[in-house]
């Protein structure tokens, strides 16, 4: 079945630090990918999202590109600051309609 | 446009009862998917519900079971409920004929098992 791999954490960062959240994933065919973010006590939010392969999601200075060819939707951010601090989810959907598998999911700490 | 609401938000029972969650999407939105989320399995789909149908359905015992509404509010039960239930239950409501269906979340329910 599908699945979904994501860096396990927490990420503690500085404030203005570059971050990379890798994702990897196991899918038949050619999945939707997306990234949601999930701050303390609130439900989720869509952060970006790729529907085909070297599609490239952006959302509030982050970054993601849909690589088919390495199975890879990883997340960056040039500069993050401290309202950057949640978990973050990688996830995927596939034939299955608006079934998502999610990543287990990686907590980024910023640090002023 | 109001978010995906759900009810209630938090709620404590005992092993053994039973317990519905309520799930209201965003106006114009058909479809209706579940999740339940812990800190061991993390995020796992419960099932999808769309025109009053159930569509697909995730690996969780016969106890969990939902019903969708012709206004598309949907709710989930949980029988017999057991200590490995406690967790936050999600709902997220999408158009469901897109592509890469944007899913909106909910608050979610923070079920206590005790």
């Known amino acids: 079945g599908d699945s979904v791999t994501q860096m396990e954490g927490p990420v503690t960062l500085s404030e203005e630090a570059f971050l990379t959240i890798n994702c990897t994933y196991t899918a038949t065919g050619y999945p939707s990918l997306f990234w949601y973010v999930q701050y303390p006590g609130e439900g989720l939010q869509l952060l970006l999202k790729?529907?085909?392969?070297?599609d490239k999601g952006s959302n509030k200075g982050f970054e993601a590109t849909y690589r088919k060819e390495t199975t890879s939707f990883h997340l960056e951010k040039g500069s993050v600051q401290v309202s950057d601090s949640a978990v973050y989810f990688c996830?995927?959907?596939?034939?299955?309609?608006?079934?998502?598998?999610f990543g287990g999911g990686t907590r980024l700490m910023v640090k002023p | 446009k109001a978010g995906v609401t759900q009810t209630p938000r938090y709620l404590i029972k005992t092993r053994g009862q039973q317990v519905t969650l309520s799930c209201s999407p965003i106006?114009?939105?058909?479809?209706v998917s579940w999740y339940q989320q812990t800190p061991g399995q993390g995020l796992q789909f419960l099932f999808e519900y769309f025109s009053e149908t159930q569509r697909n359905k995730g690996n969780f015992p016969g106890r969990f079971s939902g019903r969708q509404f012709s206004n598309s509010r949907s709710e989930m039960n949980v029988s017999t409920l057991e200590l490995g239930d406690s967790a936050l239950y999600l709902c997220?409501?999408?158009?469901?004929?897109?592509?890469?269906?944007?899913?909106?979340f909910g608050p979610g329910t923070r079920l206590t098992v005790l």
């Open positions: 106006s114009g939105h058909r479809s």
């Open positions: 997220a409501s999408s158009h469901r004929d897109r592509v890469a269906n944007e899913q909106f």
């Open positions: 996830a995927l959907s596939g034939y299955a309609g608006n079934m998502l598998t």
């Open positions: 790729a529907t085909k392969a070297d």
